[in-house]
């Protein structure tokens, strides 16, 4: 049983309210089943905590019998750094609520939540976090990262709304980072990932959303140049209103698209819109659509913005096989359309995808040094994901977007979206992805964490000396 033998395995037990769950017990392969099932651990322990002092206890355990402790949130991560073998994974998959208060325009959030809970609650009162874009995506994973998604040029990054934080520290104390006690864990804590405790209740700045304008608008897969070309130069000097995602992907066999064009390889560009709804602004801002060329299929509604969130869930549920990389862009140059069309022409998979999401507007505004996400100078974070439900096509999938990401990467700006770093990815990548911040990211891991007892995540080592 890895490094918990059978006395202190009953004891953790005992000491919980959650359950802890083991290879003996029923649901097992549920509990360590996480998003990508293209991995597959086997935990010594999965220990579901309820609360901050299930939270406490497990961290104690872990550090008293010397097995490694992995930290998982939602389960959505690419690489599945939350389940390690042999490991006692500290789940924090039950703690879901969320409270918010519409007065001070605030959430508290608990680090198990997803998306989805947050979005359900804030929408009553027309508030809203910019996240992701997938509804079954861990708040927890997704803020430390930095998050990105449909409001980020209105409203900025996941962590640009990020007020405070409760923590557990690797010694089991419980210490709440603000701006004003604990702030250089709190910078750390908005984008250096999981290297510095267990947060168990994030709280978040609201903005107001409510119903957004949604549209699709795709083109035949080779005329990827021309639009790629168009879009390069019309987001960034859009309203931050629009957001829109470039994607390549290819048709799934369902509304809003129509039959005729299920099944073909396209490009496209999926957007969200945040201003107002009662004029024709809207059509406005998309009119110069037509412009690359004449789209195979145009499509906008108004929709309420959990409705936007939950929009690929079923598309691309738990459980299929997945390989993703990813890079930061300043500029969309020609010789990386070519790349582009090259790989957007050969999608491996009929779920195989790549998105090219802007990371400017509103997240330009705060300084390089605010916050540890290094990369303010970015316009655009690129994703390069392997899809397919079959196990046997894994190695496809991977391998078609490992190509994609060596031919794509000497167009980048050299570092990556923490979340998008995949499995197999060297160290490197890592200190590219914090740039100037990573001695600064160090420091502060030795302050909290100096033994690094938190090290299943993209990890950032102590500062020695």
Known sequence: MGGINGTALEGLREGLRGPVITAHDPGYDEARALYNAMIDRRPAAIAQCVDVADVRTVIAAARDTGVELAVRGGGHSGPGLCMVDDALVLDLSTMRGVRVDPAAMTAQV????????LDHASHTFGLAVPTGIISMTGVGGLTLGGGHGHLTRRYGLTIDSLVSADVVLADGTFVTATEDDHPDLLWALRGGGGNFGVVTSFTFRLHPVDTVGVAATVWPVDRTPEVLRWYREFLPAAPQDLNGF?????????????????????????????????DDSMERALAPVTEPAPPAFHFATPMPYPALQGMFDELIPKGYQWYWRGDFFDGVTDASIDVHHKYGENLPSDLS???????????????????????????????????????????????WSVDYWTDLHPHSMGGSYINFIGEGESTDRVRATYRGHYDRLAAVKRTYDPDNFFHANQNIPPATG
Request: charged share 15%; hydrophobic share 40%.
């Open 246 to 278: 470039f994607t390549l992907f290819t048709i799934p066999p369902g509304p809003p698209f129509p039959e005729s064009i299920h099944g073909q390889k396209m490009c496209g560009v999926i957007w969200c819109y945040t201003g107002d709804l009662t």
């Open 353 to 399: 995808l790549m998105h090219l999401y802007p990371v400017d507007g509103a997240a330009h505004q705060l300084g390089a040094d605010d916050t540890a996400w290094a990369y303010r100078d970015a316009v655009w974070s690129a994703v390069i994901a392997g899809v397919d439900p079959d196990p046997a096509n894994a190695e496809a999938i991977k391998q």
């Open 110 to 117: 608990a680090g198990g939540a997803q998306l989805g809970d």
